[in-house]
């Protein structure tokens, strides 16, 4: 059977179960903490993430992909010593957000890529935790430089089979363009899941990028300023009706703690923005709304265990 390197070691893909695709544990500005230790408690932030991980296994989720990048103030040990004390499975990520390490402004693009696959087949940060999937940003739009990290994360793909998963830009509709610099490098687009797309609700934009063979990520549930629960959930009830659940994944973007958005102001502005709110308040509005459970299924368990199942260089 297929296995996918989680940060607890490598699982069965029949175990990934219920799986919540763009996920956060930690996201921190870099550097912020090593400069002022004093302003990162690692004991109570490891308890919290420990215990809203712990809560959502015991409300069915059974794995989070956490795409916290380097320029998201990524941390293996951190994110490895909490995965040892829930029974969720946490999938990390290599490849970079939206403010990637200026070095590279002059790497060039197989050279980034050759950071990402050691990533992915030997370990990050001096750990002996591997990179699960590759994320990369693009926003407004793609400019040189992203052009240029956009074709490191496709080779690093192409050379370890490891899935893409995507940040982009409803507004600019740069995912046709993030699709047509993965096309350029031979990148089988039905690897690669195009991220954010749930921030808009116009479906003829997110159909065109299905039928390039993306899956889109409908991935920001609970951050209602840029689209409220109620816009998302009909877009993926109206995609699911014309034949689209295969294609789409669902997730919160959310996290445990965000230097950003302290925990308390978080929980006051916006109340739903958690690893629960799908379970608790999403799949149950599709039912109602007429979505079959078999395809709440497709997008919760079975495109999730399919993206990581395709596995090999090409
Ligand atoms: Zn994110």
């Not at 320029?71 to 290599?94: E, S």
């Not at 934009?205 to 990520?217: A, C, D, N, Q």
């Not at 799908?278 to 599709?286: E, H, Q, T, Y």
């Amino acid at each position: 059977m297929p296995e996918i390197i989680t940060a607890r070691g490598s699982v069965d893909t029949s175990r990934l179960g219920v799986t919540l695709m763009h996920e956060h544990v930690v996201t921190r500005s870099p550097g912020l903490f090593e400069a002022w230790p004093h302003l990162w408690d690692r004991g109570a932030e490891m308890q919290r993430a420990v215990g809203l991980l712990s809560g959502a296994a015991a409300e069915g989720i059974n794995t989070i992909v956490d795409l916290t990048t380097i320029d998201l103030g990524r941390d293996v040990a951190f994110v490895r010593d909490v995965a040892k004390q829930v029974p969720v499975n946490i999938i990390m990520c290599t490849g970079v957000w939206r403010n990637p390490p200026r070095y590279f402004q002059q790497a060039d693009a197989d050279h980034i890529a050759d950071l990402f696959v050691r990533d992915i087949e030997e370990g990050m940060e001096g750990t002996d935790v591997r990179a699960g999937i590759i994320k990369l940003a693009t926003e407004p739009d793609v400019d040189e430089l992203n052009d240029k990290l956009l074709r490191a994360g496709a080779r690093a793909h192409r050379r370890t089979g490891v899935p893409i998963s995507t940040h982009h830009d409803v507004s600019t509709g740069c995912g046709l363009r993030q699709q047509d610099v993965f096309e350029s490098e031979g990148v089988d687009l039905s690897r690669v899941v195009i991220g954010h797309s749930g921030d808009t609700a116009d479906t003829d934009y997110l159909v065109s990028i299905m039928k390039r063979g993306s899956t889109i990520g409908m991935d920001r549930f609970g951050i209602d300023r840029f689209l409220p629960t109620a816009e998302r959930t009909e877009t993926v009830a109206r995609l699911c009706e014309v034949g689209y659940a295969g294609q789409m994944v669902l997730s919160h973007d959310a996290n445990s703690y965000m230097d950003t958005i302290p925990p308390a102001v978080k929980a006051e502005r916006m109340p739903n923005w958690h690893y629960l709110h799908i379970s608790r308040d999403v799949l149950p509005a599709l039912r109602q709304r007429g979505t079959p459970q078999e395809q709440i299924d497709t997008m919760m368990v079975h495109n999730p265990r399919h993206i990581f199942e395709r596995q090999g260089a090409y």
